[in-house]
């Protein structure tokens, strides 16, 4: 068989190569980037490159299909102190101050404090602005959101104490500054492990909602419209619930709340009645000793229903749950991180600017987050890691220099600092 097919390399800079990849289904795709490594072989027997020449080889077998993965690049990690044994744990990037840049938020575990590092506008930041949770000593804040709860349109900071057995609310008074409103128990010995903010009750007021790693339980505090909450409602998790995330999975537009159960190895999916209560959990293998620690809910591959992403730390590996679109989910495919890596956390963003969500996670055990581009279709390529500090705990992905690239900010717990990698890649 003999077969005539033209693919062209065109130099954009001395530096970047577009590559149109060529398929047997005439079907082309494109990657830019500053370092390419081609691994492939040709699947036609003839080929023509044009250039300033043209070439003809032939080829009688096939051996494998053409691949070239985007690489990523990033400037080396700027670290900013959070202080000493201070062990910051969440993080959170959002404008504080309503000067149109993206601020740092993070919690200190083991100072019982909230940090708050202010963007000068290119992507630096200041020394933080610390806060002590009301409840002092011991409270060990593990998790936090940064939304407006009070409707005056400035974010305030809600924060889960998990030594402190309680949620914390800071009002922010518009210019970068907080104070303490109040707190609110969410039951003894519960351990609050991640919290999260969303209207549940389609009021229009943003509600809490925490999962209780001590008591097996998620609790929804709804809002009374002025920053205040009622009393927890609890709904039962498998064991050690250990992540949150608030999204509508079934289409009815209200919105669900999926947990990641680490002591259960699974993740569980609670459907909204749509007045704020919620069906009983049905929960989702996530693989025998895989302890999931983090979740992210998004439409990985583009078919219009949200699907799970999740962190497993015990089996070294992330998986993504697909979504049949009714609120049940397929078997998960996972992805490996590397022997050692315990990821920790997880994100998901764009990070090449092709249109498709790709996976960003902190590998806790390699020091390092590793990055997983999305092909067309909702399936991972090998992931690519970056280096960053000392036992990395969570992540953040946005874009704080406003250049149009996607960065990652990390909470070194072992460095006691939040570190900033700004995308470089072209």
Do not use: H
């Not at 315990?342 to 990055?371: A, E, Q, S």
């Not at 992540?395 to 600092?417: E, Q």
Request: hydrophobic share 35%.
């Amino acid at each position: 068989i003999t077969s005539n097919v033209r693919c062209t390399f065109k130099f954009i800079n001395r530096t970047s190569i577009l590559i149109q990849s060529f398929q047997s289904d005439s079907k082309f795709n494109t990657y830019i980037s500053t370092s390419v490594v081609i691994t492939a072989a040709i699947q036609y027997s003839s080929l023509i490159f044009q250039g300033s020449t043209s070439t003809t080889t032939t080829t009688t077998q096939t051996t494998s299909t053409t691949t070239a993965q985007f690489k990523l690049t990033f400037s080396p990690q700027v670290a900013y102190p959070t202080g000493i044994n201070s062990y910051p744990a969440p993080v959170f990037v959002a404008d504080v101050n309503q000067d149109n840049n993206l601020d740092i938020t993070v919690g200190n575990f083991g100072s019982d404090t909230i940090g708050i590092f202010l963007n000068t506008g290119n992507g630096t930041f200041g020394s933080p602005i610390n806060y002590i949770p009301a409840t002092g000593s011991l409270s060990n804040p593990n998790s936090l959101s940064v939304t407006d709860v009070n409707g005056d349109n400035a974010p305030d900071i809600i924060v889960a104490n998990q030594g402190a057995d309680n949620v914390g609310v800071f009002f922010n008074i518009r210019n970068g500054t907080f104070i303490f409103s109040s707190k609110y128990s969410t039951g003894s010995n519960s351990k609050p492990a991640c919290v999260s903010v969303s209207d549940v009750n389609n009021d229009q007021k943003p509600d809490i909602v925490v999962v209780n790693y001590g008591t097996d339980s998620v609790g929804v505090l709804l809002n009374f419209g002025n920053g205040t909450f009622r009393p927890q409602m609890l709904y039962s998790t498998s064991s050690n619930p250990q992540s949150v995330y608030i999204l509508d999975v079934n289409g009815d537009d209200k919105p669900d709340i999926i947990v990641g159960n680490y002591g259960d190895d699974s993740v569980g999916v609670f459907i909204n009645y749509g007045n704020g209560t919620f069906r009983s959990q049905v929960s989702y293998s996530t693989g025998a000793n895989s302890n999931p620690y983090s979740v992210f809910v998004e439409d990985m591959n583009s078919d219009g229903k949200f699907d799970i992403v999740v962190a497993n730390s015990g089996n070294r590996n992330v998986g993504v749950l697909f979504s049949y679109g009714n609120g049940t989910f397929r078997s998960q495919i996972t992805y490996p991180t590397g022997n050692g890596s315990r990821p920790y956390c997880v994100f998901v963003n764009d990070m090449n600017n092709d249109g498709k969500l790709d996976i960003i996670v902190v590998n806790r055990g390699t020091n390092n987050v590793g990055i997983f581009l999305n092909t067309d279709n909702g399936t991972f390529l090998s992931q690519q890691t970056f280096a960053v500090g000392s036992q990395p705990f969570s992540l953040f992905v946005a874009d704080i220099n406003f250049d149009s690239k996607s960065d990652i900010v990390v909470t070194n717990l072992g460095g006691d600092n939040v570190g900033v990698s700004l995308a470089n890649w072209y």
